[in-house]
């Protein structure tokens, strides 16, 4: 049984762990939430007062160092936790757009996808042409104790497209899930921009020098390394 809470990214992180599963063992996993009781074995998506009661120590917090993104897998007695750090500037949600977060980081959705590979799951390309996936009736896990942080920041990918497929919906959306499977976390996503600057203001740093005689104020954008 999966157990999960956190609006629309926790949404997507148990019906993609539902999913894989299904399609792997033709067993549906049933889902619940904190506000469900569930006994017996289960699978703890996210940060909750369960995973506080069990002592998980999941990463968290947001700054411009961008040296918080994490995750944990752990089994705790019948539980599995698969958990990691969703915090970061708070940004608007698309209702449209079923791969919109609330926030920057996606460490719960990134373990889901690390569990998942494995169980032997691979997403080669976009799409279902570039998804491998095995066949088996019973899947099992071991004492899983994983804590895992990612060597760069900002992992992007580069592809080009003729002009008349740029506007593809299909092709955007398989795409999107594709680098979220592979856990990349693009420039873009990391800062994203917004009108009013809000979500890129600590990052932002004025540099005051003089110019020919005169006072000139930059605004620069700062990453540290």
């Given at each position: 049984?999966?157990?999960r809470?956190?609006?629309?990214?926790?949404?997507?992180?148990a019906?993609?762990?539902?999913?894989?599963v299904?399609?792997?063992?033709g067993a549906?996993?049933?889902?619940?939430?904190t506000a469900?009781?569930?006994?017996?074995?289960?699978?703890l998506l996210?940060?909750?007062a369960?995973?506080?009661?069990?002592?998980?120590?999941?990463p968290?917090?947001?700054t411009?160092?961008?040296?918080e993104?994490?995750?944990?897998?752990q089994?705790?007695g019948?539980?599995?936790?698969?958990?990691?750090?969703?915090?970061?500037p708070?940004?608007?949600?698309?209702p449209k757009?079923?791969?919109s977060?609330?926030?920057?980081?996606?460490g719960?959705?990134?373990?889901?996808?690390?569990?998942?590979?494995?169980l032997?799951?691979?997403?080669y390309?976009?799409?279902?042409?570039?998804?491998?996936?095995?066949?088996?009736?019973?899947?099992a896990?071991?004492a899983?104790?994983?804590?895992?942080?990612?060597?760069?920041?900002?992992?992007?990918f580069?592809?080009?497209?003729?002009?008349?497929?740029?506007?593809?919906?299909?092709?955007?959306?398989?795409?999107?899930?594709?680098?979220?499977r592979?856990?990349?976390l693009?420039y873009?996503?990391?800062?994203?921009?917004?009108?009013?600057?809000s979500v890129?203001?600590?990052?932002?740093?004025?540099?005051?020098?003089?110019?020919?005689?005169?006072?000139?104020v930059t605004?620069?954008?700062f990453?540290?390394?």
């Amino acid at each position: 049984r999966g157990r999960r809470d956190g609006g629309q990214a926790g949404a997507v992180a148990a019906a993609e762990l539902q999913t894989h599963v299904e399609r792997i063992s033709g067993a549906k996993l049933p889902l619940a939430t904190t506000a469900d009781t569930v006994a017996g074995p289960r699978i703890l998506l996210g940060r909750s007062a369960e995973t506080e009661r069990l002592g998980i120590a999941i990463p968290s917090g947001f700054t411009p160092a961008l040296a918080e993104e994490g995750y944990v897998l752990q089994v705790v007695g019948d539980a599995l936790v698969a958990a990691g750090n969703d915090d970061g500037p708070a940004l608007q949600e698309d209702p449209k757009d079923p791969y919109s977060f609330p926030t920057v980081y996606k460490g719960t959705l990134f373990a889901v996808y690390d569990l998942l590979e494995r169980l032997g799951c691979r997403w080669y390309y976009p799409g279902d042409f570039g998804t491998c996936l095995p066949e088996a009736r019973d899947l099992a896990v071991p004492a899983l104790d994983v804590r895992a942080k990612p060597s760069f920041p900002v992992r992007g990918f580069w592809y080009g497209l003729p002009a008349s497929r740029r506007n593809n919906a299909q092709l955007t959306a398989d795409m999107d899930l594709w680098m979220l499977r592979n856990r990349f976390l693009p420039y873009g996503s990391v800062l994203p921009s917004a009108g009013d600057g809000s979500v890129m203001a600590p990052f932002r740093k004025n540099k005051v020098e003089k110019i020919d005689g005169k006072r000139v104020v930059t605004n620069l954008l700062f990453v540290e390394h």
